[in-house]
C-alpha cells in the first residue's frame, strides 16, 4: 500500500485512518468501528508468534521452556479469563513468569463463548471480568492493546467492545499449529509481518512418531531457533503494530514513538 502524504494523514483522521494503515477497507457506515489487524508491516523482519487459550499448565511450562532456551523472543499470549485463573490457582505467579520476560497478554473472552451468541452489553462485561482477572494475576495493570475473538468471529457486538475499550482486533496472517510436519512447512513459508496462530492446549497425538498430545509445543521448540538462524525477529503484536503505524504514518521529522496511544497525529 503508499505511504500516506500528511495531508491525507490529517483527511483521514480516526477510525478512518486505522482503516487505511491496516489495509482493510471500510464503507461509511463502519468508520467508526474499531481497527482490524491481520499483518504487519513486511519492511522489517519480524513476525509475531501467538497463543490462543492458554489452558493447560503443562503445555505453558513447555512453552516456558522454549522461551528460556530462546530469550530473544518475545510472544504475545491470548488466555482466557479462566485460564488466567485456573492456572494461577495451581502455580502462582506462572503469569508473572511471561510478563516480567516481555510477553505480552492479549483479550481471548472469559470462556470462549463465541461473541456472536452474545450482546453488546455481555461482551463489554465479558471482557471486563477478564482484564480484572488479568490484573490479578500479575499483579500490576499492563495496557492492553489487542483483543482476539474465540473463533475469529468478528461480531457487532466484539467490535463494539474494542471500540468502546479501545483495542485492536486482532486477527492472523498463518499458523504454525497442527501436525508438526505441516506446521513446520507453513513456519519456513512465513513472510515479514505475519501474526502466526498457536494454542497452548491438548491436542492429538502421534504414537507412531513418538510425539505427546502438544503438537504446537513440539512444533514451537523447533521454529524458535529456526528463526533466529534465519535472521527473523519474534516480537510481540504491540512492537508490529506500531512497526505499522510508523511505516504508514510518520514523515520526515515526526517520529510516531511507541507510547499507549493507538494513534498520534504529527502536524508541521
Same mark, same amino acid.
Given at each position: 500500500?503508499?505511504?500516506?502524504?500528511?495531508?491525507?494523514?490529517?483527511?483521514?483522521?480516526?477510525?478512518?485512518?486505522?482503516?487505511?494503515?491496516?489495509?482493510?477497507?471500510?464503507s461509511a457506515a463502519a468508520a467508526d468501528s474499531a481497527p482490524i489487524l491481520y499483518h504487519g508491516t513486511s519492511y522489517y523482519q519480524r513476525i509475531a508468534i501467538t497463543y490462543d487459550d492458554c489452558n493447560l499448565l503443562t503445555r505453558l511450562h513447555m512453552?516456558?521452556? =522454549?522461551?528460556?532456551?530462546n530469550p530473544a523472543v518475545?510472544?504475545?499470549?491470548?488466555?482466557?479469563?479462566?485460564?488466567?485463573?485456573?492456572?494461577?490457582?495451581?502455580?502462582?505467579?506462572i503469569w508473572k513468569w511471561f510478563y516480567s520476560r516481555g510477553h505480552e497478554f492479549g483479550y481471548h473472552s472469559w470462556n470462549h463463548t463465541?461473541?456472536?451468541?452474545?450482546?453488546?452489553?455481555?461482551?463489554?462485561?465479558?471482557?471486563?471480568?477478564?482484564?480484572?482477572?488479568?490484573?490479578?494475576?500479575?499483579?500490576?495493570?499492563?495496557?492492553?492493546?489487542?483483543?482476539?475473538?474465540?473463533?475469529?468471529?468478528?461480531? =457487532?457486538?466484539?467490535?463494539?467492545?474494542?471500540?468502546?475499550?479501545?483495542?485492536?482486533?486482532?486477527?492472523?496472517?498463518?499458523?504454525?499449529?497442527?501436525?508438526?510436519?505441516?506446521?513446520?512447512?507453513?513456519?519456513?513459508?512465513?513472510?515479514?509481518?505475519?501474526?502466526?496462530?498457536?494454542?497452548?492446549?491438548?491436542?492429538?497425538?502421534?504414537?507412531?512418531?513418538?510425539?505427546?498430545? =502438544?503438537?504446537?509445543?513440539t512444533i514451537t521448540a523447533e521454529i524458535l531457533p529456526y528463526f533466529e538462524g534465519r535472521g527473523m525477529q519474534c516480537v510481540t503484536v504491540s512492537q508490529l503494530y506500531d512497526d505499522l503505524i510508523r511505516e504508514q504514518h510518520s514523515s520526515d521529522g515526526c517520529e510516531a514513538g511507541t507510547g499507549a496511544s493507538l494513534t498520534r497525529l504529527c502536524l508541521d
Open positions: 500500500m503508499a505511504a500516506l502524504s500528511r495531508r491525507d494523514f490529517l483527511k483521514l483522521g480516526g477510525a478512518g485512518l486505522l482503516a487505511a494503515a491496516l489495509g482493510r477497507p471500510r512453552l516456558q521452556s =522454549s522461551l528460556a532456551d518475545h510472544v504475545t499470549l491470548f488466555p482466557i479469563g479462566e485460564a488466567l485463573v485456573n492456572n494461577e490457582s495451581k502455580e502462582p505467579g463465541d461473541p456472536y451468541v452474545l450482546p453488546d452489553a455481555e461482551v463489554l462485561a465479558d471482557y471486563d471480568r477478564w482484564q480484572a482477572a488479568l490484573y490479578e494475576v500479575l499483579g500490576d495493570q499492563p495496557l492492553v492493546r489487542f483483543a482476539r475473538p474465540p473463533y475469529g468471529n468478528l461480531s =457487532s457486538s466484539f467490535l463494539n467492545m474494542c471500540r468502546q475499550r479501545g483495542k485492536v482486533a486482532t486477527m492472523w496472517s498463518t499458523g504454525f499449529g497442527g501436525a508438526v510436519d505441516a506446521g513446520l512447512e507453513l513456519a519456513r513459508r512465513a513472510q515479514n509481518g505475519d501474526i502466526a496462530l498457536m494454542h497452548t492446549r491438548n491436542q492429538p497425538a502421534d504414537p507412531a512418531k513418538g510425539q505427546e498430545e =502438544s503438537w504446537d509445543m
